[in-house]
């Protein structure tokens, strides 16, 4: 929080679990700091930055990369000792369930509830024992900090005033962006079709309960490819990973039972349960999705070379013909596709190709918009949606910016979230200072000559 060094979860998760068998930390493990009645060890330090040199933090000296860290967890320990004063609480379930939702993350980073067993060689008991109590200290810090953030905003003249003080060598260089903008028609699927994949599922699963093997009918008829080619297994997962009505079948299910027929917004499955181990279960499944019918999708393309001709000859803007006839729930904010991992308006022309590979909505984007003059309507393009269904799309580039020194036109977002983390981090200090004061904090010597934001000794007083 104090620097750009805030490895909590899931790297403190992992390093709670894993590095805390390095025999090396353990044999220098001792306490260097403590806050009121919490304690921060050498071995908490030593596998933070072992976690962060192992997934590419940037460029420091050993010691100056450790100084930063303490003095993040000096900040998280004030937070837990503020909880404390103040008697904050988290119920048992709501730490179960972040609990649960933190392991799923590991899992699913690691592939499998075996393969993180192993990796730790622990069990799931050990590993989820071990990581309670800081998921736990976790929620409630993140209860203080809410507070202490609460209400801290910049308004425009503020941002203006960050951005008058910053010289100009040190602001980046921003590469290509586009603000793209989509009309999109999605056929619907008819009911005959829908009825026509169910009867085709309930005879796959006739063949099951009669003795085939329900990995070998993944293999040949599911059209979930990760899973089909492993006969339809999708191995340990937890609650929240699945779509809700997949989730609530799978874990009502007993060992080897086999599903009735369901329906998720992917498609129609059968599902079999392999095993269950608490909140986490292992299954197989066979996806088939019902088609688009060709002659709607021609239907669709057709709709769509007419409203784009519409906006080529002026008689509607893009923004008055998405409203009238895209399907698409962006239509109520101009069509504007958003980027899934940032969030905003703003795609960079760099991270295109690495978006399409994991949001099929973004597929072929990039080829399409390198293409197009700013302004300039596309012809229909076919298209995957969210859903995994088939669509056409009309796609205009909204605004093209081009490589840019950052400035206020361009990137007044940018420069807005800059300007309000400076806020943040001048009523964070504010807030040290005044509660450092009441608590007792002890640092080691060994870190006396830590160049730290805020000088936590001064005010405490009790440094070593």
């Known amino acids: 929080m104090l620097r750009s060094i805030h490895l909590f979860i899931g790297v403190m998760l992992l390093a709670a679990v894993g590095y805390a068998q390095d025999q090396k930390v353990q044999s220098i493990d001792k306490v260097v700091a403590v806050v009121g009645k919490n304690i921060i060890l050498q071995s908490d330090v030593e596998n933070?930055?072992?976690?962060?040199?192992?997934?590419?933090?940037?460029?420091?000296?050993?010691?100056?990369?450790?100084?930063?860290?303490l003095e993040d967890l000096l900040f998280q320990k004030l937070m837990l000792n503020q909880a404390e004063m103040d008697s904050l609480e988290v119920t048992d379930n709501e730490v179960e369930n972040e609990l649960s939702r933190r392991i799923g993350e590991l899992v699913g980073q690691v592939g499998s509830q075996e393969k993180l067993e192993s990796y730790f060689n622990k069990t799931m008991a050990e590993i989820k024992e071990e990581l309670?109590?800081?998921?736990?200290?976790k929620m409630l810090q993140d209860q203080v900090r809410a507070d202490?953030?609460?209400?801290?905003?910049?308004?425009?003249?503020?941002?203006k005033d960050f951005y008058r003080r910053q010289s100009k060598d040190s602001l980046p260089t921003v590469g290509t962006e586009y603000e793209l903008v989509q009309i999109v028609k999605r056929p619907p699927v008819s009911i005959d079709e829908k009825l026509r994949i169910k009867d085709q599922l309930y005879q796959i699963r006739k063949r099951i309960l009669e003795g085939e093997s329900f990995a070998t009918m993944a293999i040949l008829y599911s059209e979930d490819a990760g899973s089909a080619k492993k006969g339809g297994e999708l191995g340990f997962t937890g609650r929240g990973e699945f779509a809700p009505e997949f989730e609530a079948t799978a874990f009502n299910l007993r060992d080897g039972e086999i599903s009735e027929v369901i329906e998720t917004q992917f498609g129609f499955h059968i599902i079999q349960l392999i095993e269950r181990r608490g909140d986490y279960v292992n299954c197989r499944h066979i996806l088939m999705t019902a088609k688009v019918p060709v002659e709607a999708l021609e239907k669709a393309q057709n709709e769509l070379d007419s409203v784009a001709k519409l906006i080529r000859d002026g008689e509607m803007t893009f923004e008055e013909a998405c409203l009238k006839f895209s399907d698409d729930d962006s239509k109520t904010n101009g069509g504007y596709i958003v980027n899934p991992a940032y969030g905003g308006n703003r795609i960079g022309q760099q991270d295109l190709p690495e978006l399409e590979a994991y949001f099929p909505e973004l597929k072929n984007l990039s080829f399409v918009v390198s293409r197009l003059e700013e302004g300039v309507v596309s012809d229909p393009l076919p298209m995957t949606t969210s859903d995994n269904n088939d669509a056409f799309r009309l796609v205009m580039v909204k605004k093209r910016i081009e490589a840019h020194q950052v400035n206020l036109k361009d990137d007044y977002?940018?420069?807005?979230?800059?300007?309000?983390?400076?806020?943040?981090?001048?009523?964070?200090?504010?807030w040290i200072n005044e509660r450092a004061k009441k608590a007792y904090i002890r640092i080691d010597k060994d870190y006396a000559g830590c160049d730290m934001q805020f000088d936590w000794a001064a005010v405490s007083g009790q440094n070593e």
């Open 48 to 69: 933070q930055y072992l976690q962060f040199r192992m997934q590419g933090g940037p460029e420091g000296s050993g010691s100056e990369i450790r100084c930063g860290i």
């Open 132 to 137: 309670r109590r800081m998921v736990k200290d």
């Open 148 to 159: 202490i953030m609460k209400g801290v905003t910049v308004t425009p003249a503020e941002v």
């Open 413 to 430: 977002w940018r420069i807005q979230n800059w300007a309000l983390n400076e806020k943040n981090q001048t009523v964070i200090r504010r």
